[in-house]
């Protein structure tokens, strides 16, 4: 079997140091080796310098896939830290959507050697490369979960992950990330209309964060700026402030003047998963 290891950094790699928590090269490589079956062919490719996941983007996704992709035959596990986990999930997710390829992510909320989570998830992960189930995974918590809809829903647990269910993606326009200003924006109760603006008036497209199943305030300013937004090329996707349950536009009055916008109906994304969308659509 061949597999192919992309350690880009995270806690699972981390040692203790005078100044806190700081990523070991060797660490993550060693403690995957060490539980691979006699005759595995392991290639690694490690990231330097390793990263916090807090500073993961659109160039590390693209390095990522391309890693990935030139390695057509070998399986994949990717060890990433857990802060933007939700969001590398689904740009791999959707990237690789119809290219027949597994990928198992793992990471851990305690480092290697600190009697937490490390090891397990990496057992799982290793377990997991042995399917031909095609797609992006998570092995976390004792649970393989679908990496197009992840979500971090607590910050300390060992079970920090859910899975929201995602539409089956279709083929991207795009393949990789290509520069773009995009950000995921809340409306809030009272948000000026003025700030709202100035923010598009910055960005080429951006996720918007609605309420429940799909209302939004009937500010006749803040639906103008949308609009306008809409007129002048930028792509605007809404999706719910609830984890779970999607958009169904029309259901209430208090939305008609939102979605007469021609705000993008995200469904049931995560705000990750529509935030990828605009990127690669």
């Known amino acids: 079997m061949k597999l192919?290891?992309?350690?880009?950094?995270?806690t699972i790699g981390m040692v203790e140091t005078p100044e806190g928590l700081a990523p070991r090269k060797g660490l993550v490589e060693d403690a995957i080796a060490a539980r691979l079956p006699t005759g595995?062919?392991?290639?690694?490719e490690v990231f330097d310098p390793l990263l916090d996941s807090a500073d993961v983007g659109p160039?590390?996704?693209n390095r990522m896939l391309d890693t990935i992709r030139s390695h057509p035959d070998a399986a994949v596990i990717i060890t990433h830290g857990t802060d933007t986990m939700a969001f590398s999930g689904a740009a791999l997710s959707q990237a690789l959507a119809g290219e027949n390829r597994r990928v198992i992510l793992c990471g851990s909320m305690l480092?290697?050697?600190?009697?937490?989570?490390?090891e397990t998830n990496l057992d799982l992960a290793i377990s997991a490369i042995a399917s031909q189930e095609p797609g992006v995974f998570l092995a976390f918590a004792g649970k393989l979960l679908a990496?197009?809809?992840l979500v971090k829903h607590h910050s300390h647990d060992a079970d920090a992950?859910?899975?929201?269910?995602?539409?089956?993606?279709?083929?991207?326009?795009r393949r990789m990330f290509e520069e773009r200003k995009l950000a995921i924006l809340t409306l809030s109760p009272g948000i000026p209309a003025e700030a709202l603006r100035a923010m598009l008036d910055t960005l080429d497209g951006a996720v918007l964060r609605i309420f429940g199943a799909g209302t939004a305030m009937n500010d006749a300013e803040i639906l103008q700026v949308l609009s306008d937004a809409v007129k002048s090329g930028k792509a605007l996707r809404a999706v719910s402030q609830c984890e779970a349950g999607g958009l169904s536009p029309g259901a209430y009055a208090a939305g008609a003047g939102f979605w007469g916008t021609g705000v993008e109906n995200g469904g049931t994304q995560t705000p990750e998963a529509a935030l990828i969308h605009l990127w690669l659509n």
Do not use: V
């Not at 480092?111 to 490390?118: C, F, I, M, S, V």
């Not at 992950?161 to 991207?172: C, D, E, K, N, V």
């Open 147 to 149: 990496a197009d809809g």
């Open 111 to 118: 480092p290697l050697g600190h009697g937490g989570d490390a």
């Open 4 to 10: 192919l290891l992309i350690h880009t950094g995270g």
């Open 40 to 44: 595995t062919d392991l290639r690694a």
């Open 59 to 61: 160039i590390h996704w």
């Open 161 to 173: 992950f859910r899975s929201q269910p995602q539409a089956t993606p279709g083929a991207p326009k």
